[in-house]
């Protein structure tokens, strides 16, 4: 029987909400997060909501921290069956003005935080013949201007996802990535840019989703069943991709003149140069 589930970033925003749903099925689930609050608060609702489970702080950054997470899973739940990876933080600033720090800090999470999950996890998704779900972003597939740090950490998450779809039919681990267009959550408390008026920019944007966080993991719940291997929860986003796949050039020059706009906002911003 599959019912056991381990979430990074389980303590806020989307990781909680996939908790929560898998949790109405009354599965098990190993959360973590670097937030312990959060994480007491999700295995809470979690109970509440027909599930149980354990938490365990777990910095996606340090292998050893995740190993040490896939140890705990074994000894708590004799093994795992879906593992989320879907710990990620948010930025923003155009390429001209972001820091290489900017670049480290937002690869080493959004990317190498994937990847490292994946690795510290194999072993056990080997032997149960498991899940893995990776949480991208439509930032995989749409390159939008002032986020270039995020837009490769998150293609990085969808190619990594891409290849082992590949190499891990044969071991008959599946694996599947979620591409979301923007959506309230927590996320912005993680902003990290060169240009503080970016934030209130993604702000605007987290807030104008028709759909919210618990959508979005009814709709990754029902797709994983379905054996849907890119799961795009938003419309929009579905009808920009099919746009971008039938006409690249159309949607690289909406990117562009996006890119000028937000420029002419910034230096009005700062009183023109
Ligand atoms: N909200 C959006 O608009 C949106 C859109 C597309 C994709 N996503 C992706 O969804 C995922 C979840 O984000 P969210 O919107 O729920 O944001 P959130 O901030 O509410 O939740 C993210 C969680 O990740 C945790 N986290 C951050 N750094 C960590 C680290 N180094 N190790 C372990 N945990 C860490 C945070 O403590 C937080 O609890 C992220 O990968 C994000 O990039 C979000």
Same mark, same amino acid.
């Given at each position: 029987?599959?019912?056991?589930?381990?979430?990074?970033?389980? %303590?806020? %925003?989307?990781?909680?909400?996939?908790?929560?749903?898998?949790?109405?099925?009354?599965?098990?689930?190993?959360?973590?997060?670097?937030?312990?609050?959060?994480?007491?608060?999700?295995?809470?609702?979690?109970?509440?909501?027909?599930?149980?489970?354990?938490?365990?702080?777990?910095?996606?950054?340090?292998?050893?921290?995740?190993?040490?997470?896939?140890?705990?899973?074994?000894?708590?739940?004799?093994?795992?069956?879906?593992?989320?990876?879907?710990? %990620?933080?948010?930025?923003?600033?155009?390429?001209?003005?972001?820091?290489?720090?900017?670049?480290?800090?937002?690869?080493?999470?959004?990317?190498?935080?994937?990847?490292? %999950?994946?690795?510290?996890?194999?072993?056990?998704?080997?032997?149960?013949?498991?899940?893995?779900?990776?949480?991208?972003?439509?930032?995989?597939?749409?390159?939008?201007?002032?986020?270039?740090?995020?837009?490769?950490?998150?293609?990085?998450?969808?190619?990594?996802?891409?290849?082992?779809?590949?190499?891990?039919?044969?071991?008959?681990?599946?694996?599947?990535?979620?591409?979301?267009?923007?959506?309230?959550?927590?996320?912005?408390?993680?902003?990290?840019?060169?240009?503080?008026?970016?934030?209130?920019?993604?702000?605007?944007?987290?807030?104008?989703?028709?759909?919210?966080?618990?959508?979005?993991?009814?709709?990754?719940?029902?797709?994983?069943?379905?054996?849907?291997?890119?799961?795009?929860?938003?419309?929009?986003?579905?009808?920009?991709?099919?746009?971008?796949?039938?006409?690249?050039?159309?949607?690289?020059?909406?990117?562009?003149?996006?890119?000028?706009?937000?420029?002419?906002?910034?230096?009005?911003?700062?009183?023109?140069?």
């Amino acid at each position: 029987m599959h019912n056991r589930m381990m979430i990074t970033g389980a %303590g806020s %925003g989307l990781g909680r909400e996939i908790a929560l749903r898998w949790a109405r099925e009354g599965w098990q689930l190993a959360l973590s997060d670097v937030n312990e609050a959060g994480l007491q608060e999700t295995l809470r609702l979690v109970r509440e909501a027909g599930g149980d489970g354990f938490v365990q702080r777990c910095d996606v950054r340090d292998y050893s921290q995740l190993t040490a997470l896939a140890q705990a899973c074994e000894e708590k739940l004799g093994g795992i069956d879906v593992i989320v990876n879907n710990a %990620g933080v948010a930025s923003g600033g155009f390429f001209s003005e972001l820091q290489l720090e900017d670049w480290d800090w937002q690869i080493a999470i959004n990317l190498m935080g994937v990847v490292k %999950g994946c690795k510290a996890f194999l072993p056990l998704l080997e032997q149960s013949k498991g899940t893995i779900i990776n949480i991208a972003s439509m930032a995989a597939l749409m390159q939008g201007p002032a986020m270039s740090n995020y837009n490769v950490a998150k293609a990085g998450v969808l190619a990594l996802s891409e290849s082992l779809l590949a190499e891990l039919r044969e071991q008959e681990v599946r694996v599947h990535v979620v591409c979301p267009s923007f959506f309230q959550t927590n996320l912005l408390d993680s902003f990290r840019g060169p240009t503080p008026a970016m934030k209130a920019q993604v702000g605007k944007l987290l807030e104008s989703s028709p759909i919210s966080a618990a959508d979005i993991a009814d709709y990754i719940f029902q797709r994983v069943a379905e054996g849907e291997f890119m799961i795009l929860p938003h419309e929009q986003g579905r009808m920009a991709w099919q746009l971008k796949q039938q006409n690249p050039q159309l949607l690289y020059n909406e990117m562009a003149s996006m890119a000028e706009k937000m420029r002419a906002k910034a230096r009005q911003g700062r009183g023109g140069e």
